[in-house]
């Protein structure tokens, strides 16, 4: 069975969708925890709707407020399988996702982290339309190809066996953005991962443009995760990889005060210091 976990905060008119790609799943060996991060519009009436209706699906409020991350954790030991999907409150599955991904743990029982594609859609209205997708492939050295920005998993394409999201403490509760990246980096580095090259998570893009901005974006604004992971960064990678990351960082500042971006170059010569010449030569050419 697999447990799939949504945290969700006042997506209502949302998190419905979510819960009816599981209900059109072939494969019928699933529980669903909707794990409601105290909202404020109608959530809890939407969700119990479907609780009444079927027992797979239940409801949890979080005993306080405690973000997206917190929400996860919260799902995560109340989850009664071997296997967590961390799907968010906007995106579906296609129906066939549970029988695809219970053929590939039957067949590779050594993995720990099953990824597939993911095909985006953008909210045209009350419909959506197709606009691309992210074939982001977990093979070979994962934890390298995650630092150096070759590949990426998101939350609602990667099934994670419990017992290895338990035996990393669980998600970062104080990661600000980018989840995924840092507890993926934390998994890598002692889970098997496989993937299926199959587009069976629907990611909704509500502004439009991640098709366009690219991967690459990905990287931006993480210089929490980039302080965290400093040694591991060095070790698995090198200098040069590094850089380009804390660039990428303070470029995104740019758009932000003289006071942010001194900040972000104060924390970045902090983070690694042997980078400052380097840095410095890099930041005078961009």
């Known amino acids: 069975m697999i447990s799939v976990v949504i945290p969700t905060y006042n997506r209502s008119a949302l998190v419905c969708n979510a819960i009816e790609s599981l209900l059109s799943q072939t494969n019928p060996d699933w529980e669903c925890i909707v794990v409601d991060d105290h909202s404020t519009d109608n959530t809890k009436f939407v969700v119990d709707s479907y609780v009444q209706k079927d027992s797979r699906i239940s409801y949890v409020l979080n005993k306080r407020k405690k973000g997206a991350q917190g929400a996860r954790n919260t799902g995560i030991l109340e989850s009664k399988s071997d296997w967590v999907l961390l799907l968010d409150s906007d995106n579906r599955l296609e129906s066939n996702y549970v029988e695809r991904i219970s053929e590939f743990v039957q067949n590779n029982p050594n993995v720990d982290v099953v990824t597939n594609f993911i095909k985006i859609e953008i909210q045209l209205g009350t419909d959506s339309d197709s606009i691309g997708s992210n074939d982001w492939a977990t093979e070979g050295d994962v ?14 394409s990667a099934c994670i066996r419990k017992s290895k999201l338990l035996e990393i403490g669980l998600l970062d509760e104080n990661c600000p953005s ?49 302080k965290k992971h400093r040694r591991l960064w060095l070790k698995e990678t090198n200098i040069d990889v590094y850089s380009h990351f804390l660039i990428e960082v303070y470029n995104k500042a740019q758009d932000k005060s003289l006071w942010y971006r001194i900040k972000v170059f104060v924390v970045i010569i902090s983070l690694c210091p042997k980078l400052l010449k380097q840095f410095c030569k890099k930041i005078m050419r961009s």
């Open 143 to 156: 934890l390298k190809c995650l630092l150096s920005g070759n590949t990426y998993v998101d939350n609602s």
């Open 178 to 226: 980018f989840q995924e990246w840092d507890t993926h980096i934390r998994l890598a580095q002692n889970s098997l991962y496989g993937y299926i090259p199959e587009r069976l998570t629907i990611y909704l893009d509500h502004r439009g443009n991640r098709v366009s901005s690219g991967v690459k974006t990905i990287w931006a604004n993480g210089l929490y995760v980039l």
